[in-house]
């Protein structure tokens, strides 16, 4: 069985895939007091489907076809980041239920691994009365150093981080960079098993701390009327 052919036979109305929500869920705000990036958003953006999360601090974006198998209940939905913090190691796709608020993983063969609660707070988008940051707002349209992006080994990285966060007297790295009042994005490939196409590209967004207001603004929590 494809992928397509497990989505014909799903009843749940969101198929989506499992890591790219997993790494969302990362990144999405533990802080009660900003219930609306709790979640990690999952929407329909023209031809594209975009899996996000923030924290405030941080934003996580994925963006796929919308034409292919994968699919979002009503174009737009809203799932519980704190059940997904956990990773399930074999799964490859997962699949949610707005009626049975439970968020189910299959492995690469769409056999069932397991499945989870999910807080009723977070499963369907029209049952809340705030709108999620427009995140795409934040990201640059363009960069300013020429030719290819830097490229960092991720296990490099990781060991600044460790190093840093145990003797820095803030817990702060600086990077020199031409704007340091614009946000910084880092990517990495990712390859999709169920998507016939090159890489695609998962991108982490990070602040600085000159950003603060900026990002403030983008942030705050906008309730509906």
């Given at each position: 069985m494809n992928l397509s052919g497990f989505a014909a036979q799903c009843t749940d109305p969101t198929i989506l895939p499992y890591w790219p929500v997993w790494a969302a869920a990362q990144f999405a705000s533990t802080d009660a007091g900003k219930p609306a990036i709790m979640p990690v958003h999952v929407w329909q953006d023209g031809d594209f489907i975009?899996?996000?999360?923030?924290?405030?601090?941080?934003?996580?974006?994925?963006?796929?076809?919308?034409?292919?198998?994968?699919?979002?209940?009503?174009?737009?939905?809203?799932?519980?980041?704190?059940?997904?913090?956990?990773?399930?190691?074999?799964?490859?796709?997962?699949?949610?239920?707005?009626?049975?608020?439970r968020a189910t993983f299959y492995d690469r063969s769409f056999n069932e691994l397991s499945s989870v609660a999910l807080s009723r707070d977070f499963v369907m988008k029209s049952g809340?009365?705030?709108?999620?940051?427009?995140?795409?707002?934040?990201?640059?349209?363009?960069?300013?150093?020429?030719?290819?992006?830097?490229?960092?080994?991720?296990?490099?990285?990781?060991?600044?981080?460790?190093?840093?966060?145990?003797l820095s007297v803030n817990g702060n790295l600086k990077v020199q960079c031409n704007k340091p009042n614009l946000p910084y994005v880092l990517t990495t490939a990712y390859d999709d098993p169920f998507i016939n196409s090159d890489y695609s590209v998962l991108e982490f967004l990070l602040r600085s701390e000159e950003h603060t207001s900026e990002l403030q603004s983008q942030f705050r929590i906008s309730y509906a009327v």
């Open positions: 975009q899996i996000e999360s923030t924290d405030g601090f941080r934003a996580f974006r994925y963006r796929l076809p919308a034409h292919g198998p994968y699919r979002v209940n009503h174009g737009e939905v809203l799932i519980d980041a704190k059940a997904l913090k956990k990773p399930v190691s074999k799964a490859c796709v997962l699949s949610v239920s707005d009626k049975s608020t809340h009365n705030y709108v999620y940051p427009k995140l795409n707002q934040l990201y640059p349209t363009e960069f300013t150093n020429s030719g290819d992006p830097f490229a960092f080994g991720a296990s490099l990285l990781k060991t600044i981080c460790t190093v840093a966060e145990k």
